[in-house]
């Protein structure tokens, strides 16, 4: 049985195909399946991440490489599927383990009478809104972080003098706060 354009096309179309070039250029076109004619007859190649051609297949009749563009279409379209049903797998997995509710809380230390002390203490929580950035002002007083401290320090740790610490280590500076005491933190 021979494979024709129209049978190709349907199948593109039947089966949600994406990421192809149909008898046209691929010049700067990331991770797509060609197919080209040539003045030799017919090319069938993908292209990388960085638009360069690679497995390149030359064929000098139309129905070898009507399939094999079909089959890389499909190969390709199946990998594509399977990285982002593992992507959302990991997404899931992620959120199940940090609820979206419970706030995260971050602490700058000073060294002070050469014990380092915590001097600053930010919250990241969610509210209706979206992600809220936040230091701690006074005992259950919050100020926004609108200079974006906590933002940068979580994008770019390894810049930031930011440590993320546990809910119970939060309370026991809220403690501190409160009682205008502070010392090192005995539990991270």
């Known amino acids: 049985?021979?494979?024709t354009r129209e049978e190709v096309l349907d199948a593109i179309r039947t089966e949600g195909l994406t990421g192809y070039r149909w008898f046209e250029d691929a010049t700067n076109e990331t991770d797509v399946i060609a197919i080209?004619?040539?003045?030799d007859g017919?090319?069938?190649f993908a292209t990388d991440e960085r638009a360069t051609p690679i497995g390149r297949r030359e064929f000098s009749s139309e129905e070898p490489s009507l399939e094999n563009f079909l089959s890389r279409l499909r190969s390709l379209n199946s990998v594509a599927a399977w990285h982002e049903k593992n992507r959302q797998k990991k997404a899931a997995e992620r959120q199940a383990q940090s609820p979206a509710?419970?706030?995260r809380y971050f602490v700058r230390e000073l060294r002070i009478d050469g014990e380092l002390v915590p001097a600053r203490l930010f919250r990241r929580r969610t509210d209706s809104?979206?992600?809220v950035d936040e230091y701690?002002?006074?005992v259950d007083t919050w100020a926004p972080d609108t200079r974006?401290?906590?933002d940068r320090a979580i994008r770019f740790s390894l810049d930031s003098d930011l440590e993320e610490i546990s809910d119970d280590a939060a309370q026991d500076i809220f403690d501190m706060v409160a009682s205008r005491t502070y010392v090192p933190l005995r539990r991270r």
Request: proline letters at 5%; zero cysteines; charged letters at 15%.
């Open 136 to 138: 701690l002002v006074d």
């Open 1 to 3: 049985m021979t494979l």
């Open 36 to 39: 080209q004619r040539t003045s």
């Open 148 to 150: 974006g401290v906590l």
């Open 42 to 44: 017919w090319v069938v």
């Open 129 to 131: 809104t979206g992600t």
């Open 101 to 103: 509710d419970s706030p």
